[in-house]
Nanobody, 115 residues
Framework: QAQLVESGGGLVQAGGSLRLSCVAS????????MGWYRQAPGKQREPVAS???????TYADSVKGRFTISRDNGKNTVYLQMNSLKPEDTAVYYC?????????WGQGTQVTVSS
């Protein structure tokens, strides 16, 4: 069973930045598509950004131009650089990995943006 561990969350003022990291104990990290999701209180979990094994990225419209997802296969790590943060970005952020039928989630890291 794979383990994904997120870090880097915290409290930041609007306009600030945070970088989330997710270290994955996957045997062959490079073949997995990796993604970040978030869930705000009272809302459903939603996709934020994803990166394929080949490095192609996608973003939710709400974060385009502000967030950047990247991966370091040598470190089994995926990152989410979040700039120009807004109060509506407040949520628990989850890391996800997918490959064929395999689908793993981390425990989440809290991001709180104050106005």
């Amino acid at each position: 069973q794979a383990q994904l561990v997120e870090s880097g969350g915290g409290l930041v003022q609007a306009g600030g930045s945070l970088r989330l990291s997710c270290v994955a104990s996957l045997r062959i990290f490079s073949i997995y598509a990796m993604g970040w999701y978030r869930q705000a209180p009272g809302k459903q979990r939603e996709p934020v950004a994803s990166i394929t094994s080949g490095g192609s990225t996608t973003y939710a419209d709400s974060v385009k131009g502000r967030f950047t997802i990247s991966r370091d296969n040598g470190k089994n790590t995926v990152y989410l650089q979040m700039n120009s943060l807004k109060p509506e970005d407040t949520a628990v952020y989850y890391c996800n990995s997918k490959f064929r039928r395999e689908d793993y989630w981390g425990q989440g890291t809290q991001v709180t943006v104050s106005s």
